[in-house]
């Protein structure tokens, strides 16, 4: 069984290998669960957001652009990058829920939860 810090201890090699992270830039225990708490947190705003772009942009033009922009921008600035890559999968499957319509139950239930 792998355990955490190890999975965590890979991760950092394959992001420093990769040269997303700088080299003296480590992904903590804390630093993981502050930016799942964030997404977490910020959840119903993204929801929101993503759903005013996609109403503003009718041909889908701007609308990942702008709504990841917004939203690595204030991750970066706190520094949380583990949320940066978490953001990402999250928006992805965001952006293919409220694009496909065979995904409507999904939207349906995402749209009573928040």
């Known amino acids: 069984m792998v355990t955490l810090e190890r999975a ?3 991760t950092n090699e394959a992001l420093h290998h990769m040269g997303m992270l700088p080299p003296e830039k480590y992904i903590t225990v804390f630093s993981l669960s502050l930016g799942i708490a964030l997404i977490i947190a ?3 705003l993204i929801v929101r957001a993503m759903e005013w772009f996609m109403n503003f ?3 889908q033009k701007y609308f990942p652009l702008i709504a990841i922009g917004i ?5 970066f600035l706190a520094k949380v990058y583990i949320a940066i890559l ?3 999968l999250l ?4 952006y293919i829920i409220y694009k496909y319509p065979q995904y409507q139950n999904i ?3 995402l749209d009573k939860l928040f």
């Open 107 to 109: 939207r349906t239930f």
């Open 86 to 88: 978490l953001l990402l």
């Open 42 to 44: 910020m959840m119903p």
């Open 8 to 10: 965590l201890f890979d």
């Open 91 to 94: 928006n992805g499957f965001i």
């Open 71 to 75: 939203m690595f921008t204030i991750l």
């Open 57 to 59: 942009d009718q041909e």
